[in-house]
C-alpha cells in the first residue's frame, strides 16, 4: 500500500510538471464522437496542426450535448474554461450574458463573417456586438426522409400539402410498411411538431407562435388544428415507437421497414453512412406545404475569455472554423448546409445543393426561423415547456387538442 | 495503509514517557482522528447545502446569481405538486419516487436478504454463485441499461422471443407504457442492487457469534424461528447500512431513468434527479433546480432522521 | 471474534435432501435471471451487425466473431482518437486505487472510533456524517468546481515559489479528493455499524495490557475487519469506477479521462450507426477490473473468517 500511494503522489507530480504554459494548443469541449463527426472535425485538427497548434480533445458525449453542458458548466465555474466549445443557440447568449466569452469581432471584420454568415445565424453568434461564437453549419428540420424502393412499390409521388401527405401514409399502411418512422422521445416529437406548426400555419404563422411566443397564436385555432393534425399523424406509427432513438428511425426508413421520417438534415448522414444515394435510394423533400421556408438550427462553437496568451490560438480555430473549405468538408459528411452562404455547393449531393439553395432564398425572402423543439427558438426554459406538452400529447396524459393548446400557454408563460 | 497508522502512533509513543502528557494524547487523540473527516462533510456537504439552500431563493437562471429576490421556485414547486391532469413533471416525478423507492428498496432488501441467508447454507459453488448476484453493481449502467432496454422491448425482446417460440398470446411492453414504465425502472434497479445487498447481508451473518446459534438449537429452535427470532434481529445494524445505501441509491437513481428510457413517454418516467438535472443543467432553471434539491433532502431527513434517532438512541442502551 | 469462525448455519425443516433442492433451486433461479442481461451482452459482442439488426437478442451468435471486441480494445473511437479503449485503464486506475484507499482507511478509523472511543456527541457526529450520504451529486456539481478551481489556483501560486505544485490542481488528484469526500459517509457507517457488533471487552482487555489508539486498531480491529472492508471496498471500487458526472466534469480531456467517459463517448454517440457489438464488448472491457475485484474480494468474505479463527 505504501508503494502505491508513493507511486500516485510521483504520479500526480510528474503528470503536473509536464503541464507548463503551452499556449500552441486548443482545448475544445464537444460532443461529436461518432465515427463520422469525428472525421470530419479531424479535418479542423489537421489544418490547426499544420500551423503549429496541439488539438486538446474533450469529448463528453451523451444526451444530444446534455453532458457536454454540464461539464462546460463545472469547467466555467472552475474558472478554467476551453479555448471553445461546441454549443447550441442560446446556451451561447446565456454564457456571452454571463460575461464569459471572448470577442472575435477584429477577426471577424477582417475576414467579412458579417456579410457570410446569414443574420439569422448573427443572432446567437453575435452578442452586443461582438462575435462570441463561430458559427460551424446550418441544420434544417423541415425534411422529409423516404425510402424510394417503398415509395415506388406504393407508386407514391412527392405530397405537396398535408392532406396530400395522409393519403401517401394511407397507401403505405394499405401496404403493409410502417408508414411513419417516429422515436417517441420528446425532442424528436416536438422537431417533428415544428414542421406541423408551419406546414398547417404557415411562415406568419410560425414565426408570431414559436419564435415571438406571442399568446394569442399559441392558443389560436391554428395551433389547435396543428395538434389535431399531429393525432393524425400519430395514427401511422408503429406500436414500438416510444423511446426509440432517432438514428434507429432513420435505420428503419433506409432498410425498408418504413416509408419516411420527419426528421432534420442531419439523418442524411445516416443514409450517406449507410452508403445510400439521393434520388435512387432515398428521397429528400420538404414536409409537405413547407418549401420555400427553412426551420433551422446551428452548431456553433462558442469562444470563450481565455488568458491572452492563449487567444492566438483561439483565432486560429475559429479563422479554420470558417474557412470555406472546412465548411464544405464537414457539412458533406454531417449532412448540414454551411453556415457561410458563399461556399460553392460543388461537392454537396442533391439533397445537400437543395439546402443549400433553400437557405439562402429562406435568407432573402425572410422565412429562415429557429426550430423551437432544437433551441432555436426561444431560451431552454421555454423550448423544454413546449417539448414536454408536445410530449405528454403524443403519450396520452393530454388528451384533447384543446387541453394541448391551454397547457402549452400555460407551461410557457410559466418558464418565461 | 500502515504507513499512516505507524507515523501517527510514532507520535503517539513519542509521548509515551510523560505519563500525563500521554494520558491527555490518547484522550485527545480519538477527536482528533475523526476530526478531519467530520470537518470535510461539514464544509463540503452541508455548506452545499446552505448554498443550494441560499440559490433557491434567488432568480439564478443559468449561473447562480447572489441577489435574494424571493421564494417564487417553492411557488412554482407547490403548485406543481397538485396538477395531476395532466399530470407535471414534477408531479410525475414525486409520485414516481413513492412508488419506486418503496419497491425498489422492500424487493431489494427481500432477496438481498433471501439470497444471503440460502448462500450461507454450506452450499457448494458459492464462490460461482455470489459473483453472479453481485455482477450487475459491476457493470455501469451506461452499457447494462441499454441490455435491459432491448430485454423489455415488445419488439425485439421478451415479448418477441416468447412470440418465437409459439406463445404469441404473451404480452408484456411495461416500458413502453406511461403508466407502468416506472416498474420496469425498479425491476432494473433491484437486479442491479439486491447482490450488493445480499454480500452485506452475508458479511452480517458471517459475523454473529455461532455460540449464540449453537445455544438456541440445543433449545430445539427450529431453523425458520431461529431465524426469524434471533438471527434478522441481530442483523440489525445491517438492515440500517443496507437501507442507508438503498436509500441512497434511488434517490440519485438518475442514469437508470434515461439509459432505460430516456424519460419514459411523455417523461412519466422521471424521478426528482432528473428533474433537479434537467431543471439546473437543461432548462436554466436553477433556482427551482436548486428548491428541488432541498425538498429532497428535506423529505429524506423527514423519513430518514427519525428512523436514525430510533436506531442510535436503541444501541446507546 | 473468533467464534465467528464456526458459524454453524441451521439446518433447513424437513427431509435434509428436499429442502437442499429447494435451496439450490431457488439459487439457480436466481442465478438465471441474474445472468440474463450479461448474456444479451455477451451475445450480442459476439455477433457481426447484420446478425444483431435482423435477428434476436437471446439468439445464439450464428457466426460468432471476435472483431467487436478487438475493436473496441484497440480502434473505437473516443473522441477524435481511435484508438480504443484500452489506454483509459490507467486513468481510472490512478484515480480509483488511492481514492478507495484512503476513504476506506478513514472510514474504519472513523467507525472504530465512534464505536469504542465515544464521547459526547458522537451520536449526532455520526448522524450528520450518515445523512451527507443523501446530497444529491448534481447540487454539489459546481460549488465544487469552484473549490477545485481554487485549489487549481492555489497550484499555481505553489508553482511559482517552489517549481511544483504539490498536486493541487492535478485533475486526477481533484476526482481522488471528491470521492474521497462524497465516500466517507459510507465508509463510516459500514465499519461503524460492523464495529458496533464487536466485543468491547476484547478491547478493554488490550487496554489493561497498555496498548495504545492505534496499536488496538491495527492488532485487534482491523485483522477481524476482512469481510467489511471486503463490502466497502467493493462498494468504493464500483461507485468510483463507474461515477460519470464527476469524471466527465472535472477531467474530460484525454490525457486524463477516466474509464466511464471513454465508455460514454464511445457508446452514446448520437449519430451514426450505432455498432452495438463494439458498444458491448467495450462495456465489458471496461468493467473489466470491477469484476475482477469483485470475484477475488468474494473469496475473501471466508478468508476472513479463517483469519479470525486462526487467530483465536
Redesign the interface.
Known amino acids: 500500500m505504501r508503494k502505491l500511494m508513493m507511486a500516485a503522489a510521483m504520479l500526480a507530480t510528474t503528470a503536473l510538471t509536464a503541464h507548463a504554459d503551452d499556449v500552441k494548443e486548443v482545448e475544445m469541449l464537444h460532443w461529436w464522437t461518432s465515427g463520422g463527426e469525428a472525421a470530419a472535425l479531424n479535418v479542423l485538427k489537421q489544418d490547426l496542426a499544420q500551423q503549429g497548434y496541439a488539438w486538446k480533445d474533450v469529448p463528453v458525449a451523451g444526451g444530444g450535448g446534455d453532458a457536454a453542458m454540464t461539464a462546460l458548466k463545472a469547467m466555467v465555474a472552475a474558472g478554467n474554461p476551453p479555448t471553445a466549445s461546441q454549443m447550441l443557440g442560446y446556451t451561447v447568449l446565456d454564457y456571452a450574458e454571463a460575461g464569459k466569452m471572448g470577442d472575435l469581432t477584429e477577426t471577424a471584420v477582417a475576414e467579412g463573417w458579417d456579410k457570410a454568415v446569414p443574420a439569422a445565424l448573427q443572432k446567437f453568434a453575435v452578442y452586443d456586438g461582438k462575435w462570441v461564437a463561430a458559427p460551424v453549419n446550418v441544420h434544417s428540420v423541415n425534411w422529409l426522409w423516404i425510402n424510394k424502393a417503398v415509395m415506388d412499390k406504393i407508386g407514391g409521388t412527392e405530397p405537396k400539402n398535408f392532406d396530400e401527405f395522409v393519403a401517401l401514409l394511407d397507401k403505405a399502411k394499405a401496404a403493409g410498411v410502417t408508414p411513419l418512422a417516429l422515436g417517441g422521445q420528446n425532442w424528436q416529437e416536438a422537431t417533428m411538431f415544428d414542421s406541423i406548426v408551419l406546414s398547417t400555419g404557415g411562415p406568419e404563422f410560425y414565426k408570431k407562435a414559436m419564435n415571438d411566443l406571442d399568446e394569442d397564436a399559441l392558443k389560436s385555432d391554428t395551433m389547435k388544428k396543428s395538434f389535431d393534425n399531429l393525432a393524425k399523424l400519430k395514427d401511422y406509427v408503429d406500436p414500438n415507437f416510444s423511446g426509440r432513438d432517432w438514428n434507429l428511425a432513420t435505420a428503419m426508413v433506409i432498410n425498408g421497414d418504413a416509408l419516411v421520417q420527419v426528421m432534420g438534415d442531419w439523418a442524411k448522414g445516416e443514409f450517406v453512412a449507410a452508403k445510400k444515394v439521393p434520388g435512387t435510394d432515398f428521397l429528400c423533400y420538404r414536409f409537405p406545404g413547407t418549401d420555400g421556408s427553412v426551420i433551422y438550427n446551428s452548431d456553433m462553437f462558442g469562444m470563450f475569455d481565455v488568458p491572452d496568451d492563449r487567444k492566438a490560438a483561439q483565432v486560429a480555430l475559429a479563422k479554420a472554423t470558417l474557412s470555406k473549405s472546412f465548411q464544405s468538408a464537414f457539412n458533406v459528411v454531417k449532412g448540414s448546409v454551411p453556415a457561410r452562404t458563399d461556399v460553392p455547393d460543388t461537392d454537396f449531393d442533391a439533397c445537400g445543393k437543395k439546402g443549400i439553395a433553400d437557405l439562402k432564398a429562406a435568407n432573402d425572402g425572410g422565412t429562415l426561423f429557429g426550430s423551437l423543439a432544437q433551441g432555436y427558438g426561444a431560451p431552454p426554459a421555454v423550448a423544454n415547456a413546449y417539448k414536454d406538452v408536445v410530449s405528454k400529447f403524443v403519450h396520452g396524459q393530454i388528451t384533447s387538442s384543446d387541453q394541448a393548446v391551454e397547457e402549452l400557454v400555460k407551461a410557457i408563460d410559466d418558464a418565461k | ?6 507515523s ?2 510514532g507520535a ?2 513519542r509521548t509515551a514517557h510523560r505519563p500525563s502528557m500521554r494520558a491527555r494524547m ?1 484522550e485527545a ?3 482528533l ?2 476530526a ?3 470537518a ?3 464544509v ?6 446552505l ?2 439552500i441560499y440559490l433557491s431563493f434567488t432568480n439564478s ?4 446569481k447572489y441577489v435574494l429576490t424571493d421564494a417564487r421556485a417553492y411557488q ?1 414547486l407547490w403548485r406543481w405538486t397538485f396538477e395531476s391532469d ?2 407535471s ?1 414534477w408531479y410525475t416525478s414525486i409520485t414516481n419516487m413513492a412508488i419506486f423507492g418503496v419497491l425498489y428498496v422492500v424487493f431489494a432488501l427481500a ?1 438481498g436478504l ?2 444471503a441467508i ?6 457448494r459453488g ?2 460461482i ?16 441499461g ?6 423489455l ?5 421478451l415479448e ?2 416468447m412470440h ?1 417460440w409459439g406463445w404469441t398470446s404473451f404480452h408484456f ?1 411495461w ?2 407504457n ?1 403508466d407502468y414504465v416506472i416498474y420496469t425502472v425498479v425491476i432494473a434497479g433491484v ?1 442491479q442492487a439486491s ?2 445487498v445480499m ?2 447481508f ?2 452480517g ?7 449464540i ?2 445455544a438456541s ?1 440445543i433449545d430445539g429452535a ?3 424461528q ?2 426469524r427470532r434471533i ?1 434478522i434481529p ?1 442483523l440489525r ?2 438492515f ?2 443496507a437501507l ?2 438503498l ?2 441509491m434511488a ?2 437513481s ?2 437508470l431513468v ?1 439509459a432505460l ?8 418516467a422521471w424521478l426528482p ?1 432528473n428533474f ?3 431543471y ?6 436553477m433556482a427551482v ?2 428548491a428541488s ?1 432541498v425538498i ?2 428535506a423529505t ?2 423527514a423519513i ?2 427519525p428512523y ?2 430510533s436506531e ?2 436503541e ?2 442502551r | 471474534m473468533s467464534t465467528a469462525a464456526t458459524t454453524v448455519a441451521p439446518r433447513a425443516p424437513g427431509s435434509p435432501i428436499i429442502s437442499r433442492i429447494v435451496i439450490y433451486g431457488l439459487l439457480g433461479l436466481f442465478a438465471l435471471v441474474y445472468l440474463i442481461p450479461f448474456f444479451v451482452m455477451l451475445l450480442t459482442s459476439l455477433k457481426p451487425m447484420p446478425e444483431i439488426q435482423h435477428g434476436n437478442i437471446l439468439a445464439l451468435p450464428k457466426e460468432p466473431t471476435l472483431d467487436p471486441w478487438i475493436r473496441a480494445w484497440g480502434e473505437a473511437c473516443v473522441g477524435l482518437t481511435c484508438e480504443g479503449i484500452h489506454g483509459y485503464f490507467w486513468n481510472s486506475i490512478k484515480m480509483v486505487v488511492p481514492a478507495v484507499a484512503i476513504s476506506t482507511l478513514l472510514g474504519a478509523l472513523n467507525g472504530y472510533v465512534l464505536t469504542k472511543w465515544r464521547f459526547p456527541g458522537h451520536r449526532l457526529v455520526f448522524g450528520l456524517m450518515l445523512f451527507a450520504c443523501f446530497i444529491p451529486f448534481q447540487a454539489v456539481l459546481l460549488p465544487m468546481a469552484t473549490v477545485l478551481g481554487t485549489f487549481g489556483q492555489f497550484g499555481k501560486t505553489l508553482i511559482n515559489l517552489t517549481g511544483m505544485n504539490f498536486g493541487f490542481g492535478n485533475p486526477t488528484v481533484n476526482l481522488v479528493f471528491v470521492h474521497v469526500v462524497y465516500g466517507l459517509g459510507f465508509t463510516t457507517l459500514f465499519f461503524r455499524n460492523y464495529y458496533e457488533a464487536f466485543p468491547t471487552e476484547l478491547i478493554k482487555a488490550a487496554m489493561v495490557d497498555g496498548a495504545g489508539f492505534f496499536q488496538i486498531f491495527r492488532r485487534i480491529l482491523l485483522p477481524n475487519s476482512l469481510p467489511i472492508i471486503v463490502v466497502t471496498v467493493i462498494y468504493q471500487f464500483t461507485n468510483i469506477w463507474n461515477d460519470f458526472l464527476f469524471a466527465s466534469a472535472y477531467a474530460g480531456s484525454g490525457d486524463v479521462m477516466p474509464m466511464t467517459v471513454a465508455l460514454n463517448n464511445v457508446v452514446n454517440t448520437s449519430t451514426g450507426v450505432v455498432e452495438y457489438n463494439v458498444n458491448m464488448a467495450a462495456a465489458m472491457i471496461a468493467a473489466l477490473p470491477t469484476l475482477l475485484v469483485y470475484i477475488l474480494a468474494g473469496r475473501y468474505f471466508v478468508r476472513g473468517l479463517m483469519a479470525g479463527a486462526v487467530k483465536g
Open positions: 495503509m500502515t504507513s499512516i497508522a505507524t501517527n502512533g503517539a509513543a490518547q487523540l480519538p477527536k482522528v475523526l478531519p473527516s467530520f470535510i462533510t461539514l463540503f456537504v452541508y455548506g452545499f447545502i448554498w443550494t437562471k443559468a449561473f447562480p412554482r395532466p399530470p413533471s432477496i433471501l439470497l440460502l448462500l450461507d447454507q454450506k452450499i458459492e464462490g454463485l455470489r459473483p453472479i448476484y453481485l455482477y450487475p453493481m459491476a457493470l455501469s449502467f451506461i452499457v447494462t441499454v441490455a435491459w432496454k432491448w430485454f422491448d415488445p419488439g425485439l425482446g418477441q422471443t418465437q411492453d416500458i413502453k406511461k437486479w447482490g450488493f454480500a452485506m452475508l458479511a451473518l458471517r459475523g454473529i457469534d455461532g455460540e446459534i449453537k438449537q427450529s431453523p425458520f431461529l431465524y438471527i441481530l445494524p445491517v440500517l447500512s442507508i445505501v436509500a441512497h434517490i440519485k438518475y442514469d434515461v428510457t430516456s424519460g419514459g413517454p411523455g417523461g412519466s434527479s433537479m438535472y434537467e439546473t443543467f437543461k432548462r436554466n432553471e433546480g436548486s434539491a429532497m433532502l429524506i431527513s430518514i432522521v436514525l434517532y442510535l438512541r444501541k446507546a
